[in-house]
């Protein structure tokens, strides 16, 4: 399967805990985004990572939001003190170098936070 | 700030007949556009994409969308739907400059009845 991985599908959390969203890009695609979807709305953008820099953040990730991407690879997102409002799906997507090119979306992160 | 309005949140079908989902962007410069579809619990396919070119935009599973610059518009078309195309559409930009990120919809659910 070459296409973009998440790990792990579902999580139900409490609140107050932290958890963490792994997502393995399609080989070589050096663009890397984030994005959160709630039921009923169309995903909004998070992140977004160029290699291992991270070139973007949206006014929506708060300081309990942390987006890695450390060797320009896979990457993680971290939700630290979860809380009710927080569960979402979480989309991780890739795309080759030049704009315009397909974003390739993953299956999704889906949290919940009870 | 660039946004995307697909002004109907849901559009039921009978089987067979002809669907038209509509988008309009805000953006009076040229943007990149696109359609992407959901399926239920999945993540996000390309189903098409306007960069330059041919107004008229094809898929490979018989829908069409039309850019219109003057009036901003961008609707998804198909002459005869089936049951398999239930699934939520949603529109999206790509504005110029930046870093080829998508700026979405709140989608249509297309619901076919037999």
């Known amino acids: 399967d070459t296409g973009v991985s998440q790990d792990p599908r579902h999580k139900i959390t409490k609140r107050g805990q932290n958890v963490t969203f792994r997502c393995d890009p399609i080989s070589e695609h050096n663009r890397l985004y984030w994005y959160r979807q709630t039921l009923g709305q169309g995903p909004e953008f998070l992140t977004y990572?160029?290699?291992?820099?991270?070139?973007?953040k949206s006014r929506l990730l708060s300081d309990r939001f942390s987006a890695e991407r450390p060797k320009g690879s896979f990457s993680t997102l971290e939700i630290q003190r979860t809380e009710q409002g927080d569960s979402a799906m979480y989309l991780c997507a890739s795309s080759p170098g030049q704009s315009g090119n397909t974003i390739y979306f993953g299956e999704g992160s889906w949290l919940t936070v009870v | 700030a660039q946004s995307v309005t697909q002004l109907d949140s849901q559009v039921p079908v009978f089987e067979e007949a002809p669907v038209e989902l509509r988008c309009n962007y805000s953006s009076s410069v040229s943007v990149y556009l696109f359609w992407y579809v959901q399926y239920p619990n999945q993540g996000l396919q390309l189903l098409l994409k306007y960069l330059s070119g041919s107004t008229l935009v094809e898929s490979i599973n018989g829908f069409e969308a039309e850019f219109n610059k003057s009036q901003t518009s961008f609707h998804l078309r198909k002459p005869s739907v089936h049951i398999s195309d239930t699934a939520e559409y949603f529109c999206?930009?790509?504005?110029?400059?930046?870093?080829?990120?998508?700026?979405f919809g709140a989608g249509t659910r297309l619901a076919v009845h037999p």
């Open positions: 999206a930009v790509i504005p110029p400059g930046g870093y080829n990120k998508l700026i």
């Open positions: 990572f160029q290699n291992e820099a991270q070139l973007e």
